[in-house]
């Protein structure tokens, strides 16, 4: 069964810095998508970054990026210069496809998700 | 573009009722998702739809239910409440049911049941 962990309950980062939240996984399936997703208060459960097991390259979408080693299964996302609205809850999640070809009608649209990290950006 | 829609907001319910959670997926999105968040076992699948037919359901009771219209909005029912239904109940649309096609999550329908 699939898997993800984030190890850090709670993170604390100056504004302007960079921060780097923690995510391991555990998959059997050669083909899976690792994705971030950050919840504000609100509850509202934002999209930020995808990988896919297959990418070559880490996937970067403006202030974020993924570091992906795949060999040490980890997916952390690190956020570049931080700013008082990224305080919120991060999760990383995982989603297996069984088509190596990334879409299938047997696949699945069921997400995995980790506990989550609470960020806080202190002024 | 709209993004998705969930109705209500917010819900109290006591013991033993049912509730009808709704969710208008983004325009020409046709697969739909239901999650449920709690303090305690976090973020957990319900149940998923595309082309109005359940393709996978997660390890809930069979008060649980779910369906999916024509036009993609989705229905999720709880039948006979627990306390311990009281959650955020979060739908998600996708484009496709594809790899590197992302979830969409709406606000959500926070539930309290008494």
């Known amino acids: 069964a699939q898997k993800i962990t984030q190890t850090q309950p709670g993170m604390f980062v100056q504004e302007k810095e960079a921060v780097t939240l923690d995510c391991t996984y555990d998959t059997s399936d050669p083909s899976y998508g690792l994705f971030w997703y950050k919840q504000p208060s609100s509850g509202e459960m934002i999209f930020l970054i995808y990988q896919g097991s297959y990418d070559q390259q880490n996937a970067t979408e403006g202030r974020y990026s993924l570091n992906f080693q795949k060999a040490r299964k980890s997916a952390n996302l690190v956020i570049s210069a931080s700013q008082l609205g990224d305080s919120a809850m991060y999760f990383c999640?995982?989603?297996?496809?069984?088509?190596?070809?990334?879409?299938?009608?047997?696949?699945?649209?069921?997400?995995?998700f980790g506990k989550g990290t609470k960020l806080t950006v202190n002024p | 573009k709209a993004g998705v829609t969930q109705t209500p907001r917010y819900l109290i319910k006591t013991r033993g009722q049912q509730v009808t959670l709704s969710c208008s997926p983004i325009s020409g999105h046709r697969s739909v998702s239901w999650y449920q968040q709690t303090p305690g076992q976090g973020l957990q699948f319900l149940f998923e739809?595309?082309?109005?037919?359940?393709?996978n359901k997660g390890n809930f009771p069979g008060r649980f239910s779910g369906r999916q219209f024509s036009n993609s909005r989705s229905e999720m029912n709880v039948s006979t409440l627990e306390l311990g239904d009281s959650a955020l109940y979060l739908c998600a649309s996708s484009l496709m049911r594809s790899n590197n096609s992302p979830l969409h999550f709406g606000n959500g329908t926070r539930l309290t049941v008494t």
């Open positions: 739809y595309f082309s109005e037919t359940q393709r």
């Open positions: 999640a995982m989603r297996e496809v069984r088509s190596p070809e990334g879409y299938s009608e047997g696949g699945s649209e069921k997400l995995v």
